[in-house]
């Protein structure tokens, strides 16, 4: 049972280049999440999805782009890398139903420099 | 002001210690609240969840919530170096919401 898989684990971007965060999930889950770890600073939303075909922004979207095809995937995408986006991204994803107990299932991470 | 503070720690204590860990938020709305374990380099999982005033213990661990001050902790009784990590408060407004977390504490338990 793999759960939710990243890829890359790490990766050193140049300023401007683009590249794309992958992360998959085999939990049928329809609720997915992308967030982003600074130091000290616990865990920013970037945005989320309730089900394929449907996404949002979360608290800091700039600079990041998503969509959700399928059920498993949920991509992010960053265009026009920058030094501020140097930081450790997590993707998430729940089974939401009305009893549920806010159990999110993380990947193990990725680790982005923007130099 | 963030909505949710958490000291960052390092917090070290000898094994067997106990451990304490707190949350203070600001916005009285949130009504479910959850502790995160994080070891170093991989995601966070999920150690307790609470919904509203009252405590929870299971195992080890207990959960406290004092909505009245805003303030949530969590006890880890005879703490062990497998304990060290860092632990992340969390909290949202309803159920299925998109969770606040705290910045985290790190937690370090020494043999």
């Known amino acids: 049972n793999a759960g939710v898989t990243q890829t890359p684990k790490f990766r050193i971007l140049k300023i401007g280049q683009s590249m794309t965060l992958q992360c998959a999930q085999d939990?049928?889950?329809?609720?997915m999440y992308w967030y982003r770890q600074d130091p000290g600073m616990g865990l920013k939303l970037i945005y989320y999805s309730v089900g394929a075909g449907i996404t949002d922004k979360g608290e800091v979207p700039n600079g990041y782009n998503v969509s959700r095809s399928t059920t498993e995937d949920f991509p992010l995408r960053l265009e026009l890398a920058a030094p501020s986006q140097t930081s450790v991204y997590f993707c998430?994803?729940?089974?939401?139903?009305?009893?549920?107990?806010?159990?999110?299932?993380f990947g193990s991470g990725t680790q982005l420099s923007v130099l | 002001q963030k909505e949710v503070e958490q000291d960052p720690g390092p917090l070290s204590v000898p094994e067997g210690a106990i451990v304490s860990l707190n949350c203070t938020y600001s916005?009285?709305?949130?009504?479910?609240f959850m502790w995160y374990r994080q070891y170093s380099r991989k995601g966070p999982e999920l150690l307790m969840y609470t919904y509203s005033s009252g405590n929870k213990e299971d195992g080890r661990f207990t959960a406290q919530v004092d909505k009245s001050s805003k303030y949530i902790s969590l006890f880890i009784r005879d703490s062990q170096p497998s304990d060290s990590a860092t632990y992340l408060c969390a909290m949202n407004k309803a159920a299925g919401n998109k969770l606040t977390f705290g910045g985290g504490t790190r937690v370090l338990v020494k043999p």
């Open positions: 998430a994803s729940t089974e939401y139903q009305e009893t549920t107990n806010e159990k999110l299932f």
């Open positions: 916005n009285s709305a949130f009504q479910y």
């Open positions: 939990m049928n889950h329809n609720y």
